[in-house]
């Protein structure tokens, strides 16, 4: 099929257009071209050098015309010569050149020229397309050479883009190519265009050509002697005179004249020439290709001399002329020799590649020279390739130098091939079928301020191709689009690659660079729905609303502070009612109303005086039957404070509506709008009232955001619960908009929260989804086929990227991608697949990344890296994406850096098993073995915004802000999977440190922000284990140095995890080191939860830690209904607010699963029970089976006031089950310093545990705990042959109490039980069944000299082998062993501790051992660095019953008296002042200090019910007011200093007004934070008019309410924070009350540098 013309021109005047042109033709007329003597630069070059119709026909440039004739005389003896005198002549066909057209022929007869027929008809020129384009219809072959043949720009007409070359693009002749046509294809499919390149020799011609045509004085730049200018090509020289066609070089034998040149077999042969048109690979030279003498000489004289001077030169090429042959294979040039000249790198590496394919350069030295010069080159482009570096200047106009323009048109059956050199600049929009860029070409999207649009299948660059929109030092400044187009399974998939993608393959350079504006941010001023603080406010009414329709609304606030209706239709007392309603309204308030059906009947003539004098009506007093009527007015406002508005009634029914209102701006400065409505439509009344946002939202955000435009989209993330109160709008125009302030178009459905909110910061992100280079999947309006439909109503069969291994170079920035991404294996919007290194370690000067991305509305994952490593991901967006984002593949993938990224709205998808959701985990069984049905819970449901399979991987800055189970999980393969099997050691990702974890942000997800833990199923489905392969499964992260078990533990770091509104879990993490520091939790069903590396004797006692941190139970945060959020109810301070996994669901702060944990320096706040559910600080793991360490412990921590339930060991019901398991009964921890209890170096334990009480112990009821004092530890016991028995252990002082506990026999031939115990004590020890033969007793936790007396029951028969040993756990092997012999009596063995002695009383039943802990422990290991002692106990029973041992045997020795001494030690007094986060706030920038600021003021009547006291309360310095007034207190905006104190008093006082008026004027410094509060301070000052708080923040005059309060968070300074806040109530309404955390020294406060910290 051929290939269609694309672009409409005109034909040239007077030429007949012909119908084929040879490949000779076509040759010779590109060697022209690049000699200077084809272009045709516009309308007026006419002629040139032209023969008669009957002979070769050409449109010149005019510098042509002295050479023109013998230059061509030699084409046309070559040609004959070649031709042959069987051929025909050829008819002449147009050419393109660049700017114009010429004519190629060949002498022959008038019938060559009739033969072609008359001109065909040309459509008109494209809109805005250059006049001198391609004409639009050709005849086939006419419009093959079209395609073939554009040349390329001569580099003296763009001096400057020469430096700006890559590396991998600056082999001179590599640039300029031929446009093939494949053979002809059936009908519907694609035919296949390849473009095309001379050879390396053939392009040397051209080169020289260019230097022997050029025009006197047409060279742009001009170079001194023995130099070379850097902004220009090696070739962009002029030397006036040189080379003319009849001179002879001075000491060579000769003329060289341009025809003999061209006729030198010596430098284009007939072989040469049909190789340029024929060969399928021009890429390959051919090593024997050499030039002759005369040329190098000729390089040598004139090209070298100037290059590199001529004593350099003269070494480079020893000869002075050629009257002695000299073979070509002898000339070799040394090019470590080139290395000594003062070329620029880049130079001189165009130059040493001319040389190579020339064939002269020495090969024994090329490797060592070129490895010298790109680490030359290398410490140039470091300089010159900072990204923070601006380009200073114009950008060069494209990063590939000497394109030829391309508007190849749309033909979606096209297959286009661009390779063998060619370098293509796109210019207009097109379709293709498929593109392939290859060997060498490489194609580049003008940037011409014109949208440009590629339309194909897919789009392949490998082998040399390359594909660039703008570059890194220029990026693209128009909009460019690569839409992917298709429907899956319309034609064969491309092998490794499949359908529908943009593919990189080995040596394939993908170099996307468009406008980098910010990313994302963060708000900065918190958005609530409806755009106003208290909501948008919407009520209409029909029926059931007659009468006067009434709506107060706050003037300051837009909140609608009352309503009424009165049916003043038909009862006369509504009237007295309506006027005592409007009696207690504060004046100033807005008031709205509306007639419903009718009002007029019995409205007294009182009533509508009233209305008429407070409301300045015009119509009251003439209000008739269901007559509408609106109005909105002040009360007690002017007579213009009103507007009204009012409809005859008509007996029709319909009198359309009557519509009343007006704006009003808050103190805040957000303008709103009243309206109130009236009216009958088709006999129905109708009546309503709107109070909404006006004039637009403006966003307030924390960053400079000028490079977002109008038009652009943005998404704002949720704040709460739900991720799917995620929303989107459009950008509007907005001139009043500050440098971080935006205008949408839309409103806000659900708050988002823009401040710290009780010391977290709850910022919601904003991201920008639009980008000025889109790539996108066009899509089905539905799904279809096979797209895994069942699941989804969409088309989810999208575009994808994929890059492979050992491409050249690829790196994308300021890119959108829309609609990318197949719920296939392997098809993902960005997808490096196995490409290993990719960073310096792989060899890449310029390390891969995508920076700038906005991935959205994707259909699987945002970013997959699959056995790729060292790759950046920076400042990019996944949003609306189906199955885990940015995605870590096989387990293998390390050093990969995340820096502020942002994902948000993670859906589930089902390429894998934790892709997957309930319905599709049950749903989707293909992949398991036989009939087993997935546990949803535990198989899947774990998709993830990041899903981390390696633990050597950094996280920085990034927000995981809304998937559907997890944020950030880091999972471990215990073996790499896929295609990576094989390539570590089992359990290495395990051990391997973990990489930069910091400041990164998770909310909004369902079961976790942060989850460290669990693995995924390496095995595939059998008999053995049906589940699926890549199922969830167990893994434990246990760090150590080099990933080597054997050498010492290497802790994790969490720094600064901010976790908030996560449903279950705000982190959790298990194993060990781990340390959580600088954290943030907050309303998050569980804040963190720590579990060990695994219960003793799995782990060696590893320990996690947190520090530093705060904890909040219910914020201040309410969140908002909708979106899928679940639970809405009263929280802890009766205010309705959404809730975590459900009503009832007991919240804690930090929970304790086993242990040992540390809980250091860290903050409490606002845990307080309600009667739904419980609410603790620290809690307990529930229904907890395992075990729990007495090294827990918790120390130099601040409850705050607000916490009303500090510890809680759960009770009986609902969420606790029973509370009977044996990790409930144990649970414990050390309370070191008191900062908990009150009590230092104390246990606190639960109520019912005898094995740690004693009668010293406090029992506090509301905790179901005790606090203890006493040493604990924990006694490991091993049951086997009988694995299934209960164990019941009780303390002799408390015998009739014993613990009965289950034991847990998980993967292990033995059943387990871990008590803890108090030491120094004696136990006995029973079990429900016949008593196991082998039992192991282990003291763990024991330090040196530790004891216990055990005595075990057994049947009378029994008979015992018992040794003592110790256990190196790491090499299995046993030491120390030593048989335990008989004593006498049981006394004898509790006294003679230094013996290995046991008794067996056969009445009684019971075994006595002592248990001691001979060897010292270090830290929280278990057991000793000797290894574990033990005691192994073999029972010889030939009884196959149970017996029980009824009687306590240590009643004659009671040891109450050593129980007796343990007493609680003296409760603390003095508060720790040194407890609790340093930290006042963490928040998302450490670097800014905060100070909280609290301020409660007062009205009248709360001052005279000794309710609440007036203060303002920095940090913890509080300032308390007695007096009435108004108090201002002034801070330090840059350091946090008090600065200023005032009262002034409003009630007394004849001219507080003044006062304060002068006091901010003139005693408040700039830069200052005001704090203002009010103690019943209005009294004098009611409805008086105080403008001087407009220098504050207040967008309007502050109107004080009679008996109300007032508190203000002000600033004083020429910026406007976005922090200011005004709080003023009537005397009716709640009193004032501010609390904020205001930063410092930002730098809109322009603080010096030199200001103190606070």
Not at 645 to 666: E, H, M, P, V
Not at 1130 to 1154: M, S, V
Not at 1188 to 1211: A, C, H
Not at 1237 to 1265: A, Q
Request: overall charge positive.
């Amino acid at each position: 099929m051929g290939t269609q013309e694309l672009q409409g021109r005109p034909e040239v005047p007077g030429a007949s257009p012909l119908r084929s042109a040879t490949p000779q033709q076509l040759h010779q007329a590109r060697l022209l071209e690049q000699a200077g003597l084809g272009h045709s630069r516009g309308p007026g070059w006419v002629g040139g050098c032209r023969q008669g119709a009957r002979g070769l026909q050409w449109l010149l440039s005019p510098c042509a015309a002295p050479r023109c004739r013998a230059l061509v005389a030699a084409l046309e003896q070559e040609t004959a010569r070649e031709a042959g005198p069987s051929r025909r002549p050829q008819a002449a066909s147009p050419v393109r050149w660049e700017g114009g057209w010429g004519w190629l022929g060949f002498p022959g007869s008038r019938a060559a020229g009739r033969a072609a027929g008359p001109p065909r008809t040309m459509p008109p020129p494209e809109p805005g397309s250059n006049s001198h384009d391609a004409p639009a219809s050709l005849p086939p072959a006419s419009e093959s050479l079209h395609a073939a043949a554009p040349p390329l720009r001569r580099a003296a007409s763009s001096p400057s883009v020469g430096a700006s070359r890559s590396p991998s693009l600056q082999q001179e002749g590599r640039s300029e190519g031929l446009l093939q046509q494949s053979e002809p294809r059936p009908k519907k499919k694609a035919s296949r265009v390849r473009l095309s390149a001379p050879s390396p020799r053939a392009l040397v011609l051209a080169n020289l050509l260019l230097l022997l045509s050029g025009c006197p004085g047409s060279q742009e730049t001009r170079l001194n002697k023995n130099s070379l200018n850097p902004n220009s090509s090696l070739w962009d020289m002029d030397y006036e005179g040189l080379f003319h066609s009849k001179k002879i070089l001075p000491g060579t034998p000769g003329s060289y004249k341009l025809s003999s040149l061209l006729r030198s077999n010596a430098l284009v042969s007939h072989e040469e020439r049909t190789r340029l048109v024929t060969n399928q690979n021009l890429t390959q030279k051919s090593k024997r290709e050499q030039l002759s003498c005369d040329m190098l000489l000729k390089l040598s004289r004139y090209v070298f001399k100037d290059a590199f001077g001529p004593k350099l030169a003269w070494s480079i090429f020893r000869f002075h002329n050629c009257d002695q042959e000299v073979n070509p294979p002898k000339i070799r040039i040394n090019p470590l020799k080139l290395l000594h000249s003062k070329l620029k790198p880049l130079l001189l590496y165009r130059m040493l590649n001319l040389l190579r394919d020339m064939g002269v350069l020495a090969e024994a030295q090329q490797s060592k020279a070129f490895s010298l010069l790109k680490k030359q080159m290398l410490k140039t482009r470091k300089i010159l390739f900072k990204p923070e570096v601006k380009q200073s200047g114009p950008c060069p106009e494209e990063p590939v130098p000497h394109l030829i323009p391309w508007r190849p048109g749309h033909d979606a059956s096209r297959a286009g091939v661009i390779g063998r050199g060619l370098a293509l600049r796109l210019e207009s929009s097109a379709t293709f079928h498929s593109l392939r860029v290859q060997d060498g070409g490489a194609l580049v999207f003008a940037d011409r301020q014109r949208p440009i649009a590629l339309r194909a299948r897919y789009v392949l660059v490998e082998e040399g191709g390359a594909l660039h929109i703008g570059s890194q030092k220029c990026p693209y400044g128009s909009r460019a689009t690569i839409s992917l187009y298709g429907k899956t399974g319309e034609g064969p998939a491309v092998a490794t690659y499949g359908e529908k993608f943009l593919g990189v393959g080995k040596g394939g350079t993908l170099e996307l660079h468009g406008r980098r504006p910010r990313s994302w941010t963060l708000l900065d001023k918190t958005l609530y729905a409806g755009g106003l603080r208290y909501g948008a406010y919407t009520s209409e009414k029909r029926w059931s609303s007659r009468g006067l329709n009434i709506r107060i609304v706050d003037a300051d606030t837009a909140q609608v502070v009352a309503a009424g209706r009165f049916d003043t239709h038909l009862l006369a007392e509504e009237s007295r009612r309506l006027r005592e309603f409007l009696a207690t309204q504060a004046p100033g308030q807005v008031v709205a109303a509306a007639v419903g059906d009718s009002a007029a009947k019995s409205l007294t003539l009182e009533t509508r005086l009233l209305l008429k004098e407070l409301l300045h009506s015009a119509y009251i007093l003439h209000l008739g039957y269901r007559q509408p009527w609106a109005l909105v007015g002040i009360l007690g406002g002017g007579p213009f404070s009103t507007t009204e508005d009012r409809k005859q009634y008509q007996g029709s029914g319909t009198t359309g509506l009557a519509i009343a209102g007006r704006d009003f701006q808050t103190y805040e400065g957000i303008n709103f709008r009243v309206t109130a409505f009236s009216g009958w439509v088709k006999g129905v009344p109708h009546n309503g009232f709107k109070v909404e946002v006006s004039k637009g939202i403006i966003l307030n955000l924390v960053d400079e955001v000028t490079s977002w435009l109008p038009g652009d989209r943005i998404v704002i993330a949720s704040t709460d619960y739900s991720m799917h109160q995620a929303e989107e709008f459009n950008l509007l125009s907005c001139p009043e908009c500050k440098s971080n302030q935006v205008k949408i178009d839309g409103i806000p459905l659900y708050l988002h929260i823009g401040e710290v909110v009780d010391g977290i910061d709850m910022r919601a992100e904003v991201g920008l989804l639009t980008r000025n280079i889109l790539i996108q999947g066009e899509m089905e309006d539905s799904c279809y086929g096979q797209n895994q439909c069942q699941y989804f109503s969409y088309d989810t069969f999208g575009g994808q990227i994929k890059i492979q291994r050992n491409f050249s170079s690829v790196h994308m920035a300021g890119v959108e991608l829309k609609n990318m991404g197949q719920q296939i294996l392997g098809s993902y919007p960005v997808h490096f697949h196995l490409t290993g290194d990719v960073d310096e370690r792989g060899g890449y000067e310029s390390p891969t990344y995508l920076d700038n991305l906005a991935i959205h509305h994707c259909f699987s994952r945002c970013v997959a890296i699959h056995g790729t490593h060292g790759l950046l991901v920076k400042d990019s967006i996944g949003y609306d994406t189906l199955g885990h984002c940015f995605f870590l593949e096989d387990g293998l993938e390390q050093r990969n850096t995340f820096y502020h990224n942002l994902g948000l709205l993670t859906k589930p998808g089902t390429i894998l098993p934790s892709d997957r959701d309930e319905a599709t985990c049950l749903a989707m069984r293909s992949n398991v073995y036989g009939n087993y049905v997935p546990v949803p819970s535990t198989d899947c449901m774990a998709v993830s915004t990041f899903w981390i399979a390696n633990p050597n991987n950094n996280l920085i800055e990034n927000a995981a802000a809304g998937a559907q189970d997890v944020g950030i999980w880091y999972i471990f393969h215990r073996v790499p999977t896929g295609q990576s099997e094989g390539q570590y050691p089992e359990g290495q990702a395990e051990f391997t440190p973990l990489g930069i974890f910091y400041n990164n942000r998770v909310h909004s997800n369902f079961k976790a922000g942060l989850f460290i833990g669990k693995g995924v199923k390496t095995t595939k489905a059998s008999a053995e284990n049906p589940r699926e392969y890549l199922t969830i499964d167990n893994a434990r992260f246990r760090p150590h140095q080099d990933a080597d078990p054997v050498k010492p533990r290497v802790p994790a770091l969490i720094d600064g995890l901010i976790a908030f509104k996560n449903n279950d879990h705000g982190a959790w993490a298990r194993g060990g080191d781990i340390i959580f520091r600088n954290c943030g939790f907050s309303d998050n069903g569980i804040g963190l939860t720590l579990a060990s590396d695994g219960t003793f004797p799995t782990d060696e006692g590893s320990s996690l830690e947190v520090t530093h941190s705060i904890f909040v139970g219910e914020s201040s945060n309410p969140g908002s209904q909708g979106g899928q959020n679940s639970y809405w109810g009263r929280g802890a301070n009766g205010e309705y607010r959404t809730l975590p996994r459900n009503k009832t669901f007991p919240i804690r702060g930090f929970q304790i699963y086993d242990g040992p944990v540390r809980l250091v320096k860290c903050t409490f706040k606002k845990f307080t029970p309600t009667v739904d559910r419980y609410s603790s600080a620290i809690g307990f793991f529930m229904k907890n089976s395992w075990q729990m360490s007495p090294q827990n412990n918790v120390s130099q921590i601040r409850m705050e006031r607000n916490v009303g339930l500090k510890v809680f060991f759960g009770r009986s019901g609902q969420w606790f089950g029973d509370n009977d398991n044996d990790g409930d009964k144990v649970s414990i921890f050390h309370d070191l310093d008191g900062s908990v209890t009150g009590y230092p170096d104390t246990f606190v334990g639960r109520t019912d545990n005898y094995l740690l009480r004693h009668p010293g112990c406090l029992t506090v009821p509301r905790w179901n705990g005790m606090i203890c004092s006493g040493k604990y530890a924990q006694l490991y016991i091993q049951a086997r042959r009988p694995e299934n028995l209960t164990l019941s252990i009780a303390r002799a002082t408390y015998h009739s109490h014993p613990l009965r506990l289950q034991g847990v026999n998980r993967g292990v031939p033995y059943q387990q039980y871990q008590p803890v115990v108090m030491l120094e004590q004696a136990y006995t020890i029973q079990w429900d069944g016949r008593a196991p033969e082998d039992v192991i007793l282990y003291p763990i936790n024991f330090n040196r000299g530790d004891w216990l007396h055990i005595a075990l029951c057994y049947p009378k028969e029994a008979v015992f082998t018992i040794v003592a040993d110790i256990y190196q756990r790491q090499t299995g092997r046993v030491h120390s062993v030593k048989r335990y012999l008989a004593a006498p009596s049981w006394p004898s063995v509790l006294n003679r501790t230094g013996e290995r002695l046991f008794y067996f009383d056969s009445e009684l039943g019971y075994l006595f051992v002592h248990l001691q802990a001979h060897e010292a422990r270090k830290g929280h290991s278990y057991c000793s660095e000797q290894g574990c002692e033990r005691i192994k106990i073999e029972a010889h029973m030939s009884s196959k019953d149970s017996w029980r041992c009824a009687l306590n045997p240590f009643l004659e020795n009671d040891n109450r008296r050593q129980a007796t001494q343990q007493s609680v030690p003296q409760r603390l007094t003095v508060p720790c002042s040194h407890c609790g986060a340093p930290q006042v706030a963490i928040t998302s920038k450490p670097s800014i200090k905060y100070v909280r600021i609290q301020i409660q003021s007062v009205s009248r009547a709360e001052v005279q019910n000794h309710l609440k006291s007036a203060f303002i309360k920095i940090n913890e310095d509080i300032f308390l007011f007695n007096s009435r007034g108004i108090f201002f207190l002034v801070l330090d905006a840059c350091s946090g200093a008090v600065v200023s104190r005032r009262h002034f008093d409003t009630v007394n006082a004849v001219n507080a007004a003044s006062a304060i008026t002068d006091y901010v004027q003139t005693s408040v410094e700039e830069r200052s934070v005001v704090l203002v509060c009010s103690k019943d301070g209005a009294e004098l000052m009611g409805n008086s008019d105080m403008s001087v708080f407009t220098r504050l923040g207040s967008a309007k005059p502050i109107v004080f309410y009679k008996k109300g309060s007032f508190a203000m968070l002000g600033y004083k300074g020429q910026a406007r924070p976005s922090w200011i806040k005004i709080l003023n109530q009537a005397a009716n309404q709640k009193a004032a009350f501010l609390q904020h955390y205001v930063p410092l020294m930002l730098r809109e406060y322009k603080c010096s540098a030199n200001t103190a910290e606070f």
